[in-house]
């Protein structure tokens, strides 16, 4: 049976399910904070350090009235990278 219209089959044969960005956003924001999270792990953040530093970035984000959503996410990236680079300490 052929895929919907607008979608194609992936290698395996599936069909890409897509209700799941607009079913569960929320779910999809934790799941980017994680890989921001991560990704200062894997830099040699402190696992503490880099949540403090998501949590930072999502109080500065709710003074700015941002919605969350891609542009969020990548926005909250080069913030905190720039924190970073500035070896600014995230705040207690």
Known sequence: M????GQHRRADG???CRVTRRAYPDRNH????DAIRA???????DPDVAER???????EAALRDLKRDGDY???GKLCIDAQCAA?????S
């Open 30 to 33: 934790l799941e980017r904070r």
């Open 87 to 91: 070896r600014r300490r995230p705040p």
């Open 14 to 16: 599936a069909v890409p």
């Open 73 to 75: 996410s990548d926005a």
């Open 2 to 5: 052929p895929p919907p219209a």
């Open 39 to 45: 990704r200062l792990i894997s830099l040699g953040k």
């Open 53 to 59: 530093r998501c949590d930072a970035w999502e109080a």
